[in-house]
């Protein structure tokens, strides 16, 4: 405390936390991508987007480059920065490569007790059910559509941060964004929802167990679902 504070008997300022604009703008634009504000296709100018959001371009292109990095952005030398267009060949990759990874952590997931965690995401999903089957109105589907959203990318994330491996976490949030553009909520619950609430009680039903062999063909069979649901209604 300085001698001027002291005399004046003052209590004395905390430094104000410098935040990270980069991240902040990247949360705004992942979410302006995921929602389709920004369209497939459309140029990304950092300048006009440092406009529009009141910062300078420097955390305006942080944050592009790591959407680029997530798979949601195009970076074309010469040209700038592109929302990405995605074909249904794209998908089939993303659930490969969500089949490769996700197997690998339910294989090692038998080598500690996750019991507490696995309760707890019982009894979201548990919860999250009760939402969707009481979505009686739009505002009603939309809450449920997004907390099981939440939840099911919190699982999967979860079980994927089991394996301590960074860069495969990095890889598989990359991927996890991807596909929240075509796991959108409008006026009606995706059929799907249902399908996966059913496919992942029986899925932590193993992992409770500890059974991992019937857990790995129970989430080989659920991401064959998910891709196959997807697919039926991709439109691009």
């Known amino acids: 405390m300085s ?24 949360r705004v634009l992942r979410d302006r991508i995921l929602s389709q504000e920004l369209k497939a296709g459309e140029k990304l100018s950092d300048l006009r987007l ?10 305006i292109r ?3 480059h790591q959407l680029a990095q997530d798979g949601v952005v195009i970076a074309e030398p010469n040209r700038g920065f592109f929302v990405a267009t995605f074909t249904r ?33 019982m009894f ?8 969707i089957r009481n979505a009686t109105t739009p505002d009603l589907r939309l809450e449920a559509g997004e907390a099981f959203l939440k939840t099911d990318r919190g699982f999967h994330s979860w079980l994927v941060s089991t394996v301590g491996n960074r860069r495969m976490s990095t890889i598989v949030g990359g991927l996890w964004t991807q596909i929240a553009i075509f796991q959108q909520v409008e006026d009606e619950l995706p059929e799907w929802m249902l399908v ?12 409770l167990e500890n059974d991992i062999e019937g857990a790995t063909k129970l989430m ?15 439109t691009g």
């Open 3 to 26: 001698s001027e504070t002291k005399r004046a008997g003052l209590t004395p300022l905390q430094p104000i936390e410098r935040r990270n604009l980069g991240s902040d703008v990247y």
């Open 50 to 59: 440092s406009s529009e959001l009141g910062v300078s371009r420097t955390p």
């Open 62 to 64: 942080e944050a592009l």
């Open 89 to 121: 060949r794209d998908l089939e990759e993303i659930f490969e490569l969500r089949r490769v990874l996700e197997l690998y952590a339910i294989r090692q997931l038998g080598e500690e007790d996750h019991t507490e965690e696995l309760k707890r995401a």
């Open 124 to 131: 979201e999903l548990e919860h999250v059910e009760r939402l």
């Open 196 to 207: 996966a609430v059913e496919q992942h009680r029986a899925l932590l039903g193993r992992l």
């Open 220 to 234: 080989t069979g659920h991401l064959a679902d998910m891709r196959t649901l997807v697919l039926r209604d991709f």
